[in-house]
Nanobody
């Protein structure tokens, strides 16, 4: 069983930055592929970014590529999502999720590929 806890959300103005953290209880979260997802009110859950075990590769949705960066800190069992140049459209509850299996190819973009989810952290970007 892997317990994930997100933190770092909040209210920020357009153009601002936030860093979200996803901390695993145990084992080391970076032994697994980890993704960040978000869900805005009235919308479906949306893939944001993913990182492969040990941070070898990173993947981003088109809407955040170039603005968001996913990274991991192996010693702290934490995966981060650095969000720059935030826009009102980025407003959502952000979730991290860990997959117990391979998420190569298109499977990394499917929520059903991830086995453990955190409770989410709210990000609100004001215009």
């Amino acid at each position: 069983q892997v317990h994930l806890v997100e933190s770092g959300g909040g209210l920020v103005q357009t153009g601002g930055s936030l860093r979200l953290s996803c901390t695993a209880s145990s084992p080391t979260v970076r032994n697994y592929p980890v993704g960040w997802w978000r869900q805005a009110p009235g919308k479906e859950r949306e893939f944001v970014a993913a990182i492969t075990p040990s941070g070898i590769s990173e993947f981003y949705s088109d809407s955040v590529r170039g603005r968001f960066t996913i990274s991991g800190d192996n010693a702290m069992n934490t995966v981060y999502l650095r969000m720059n140049s935030l826009k009102p459209d980025d407003t959502a509850v952000y979730y991290c999720a860990a997959a117990m299996g391979d998420v190569s190819g298109g499977t990394k973009y499917l929520g059903s590929s991830y086995d453990y989810w955190g409770q989410g952290t709210q990000v609100t970007v004001s215009s």
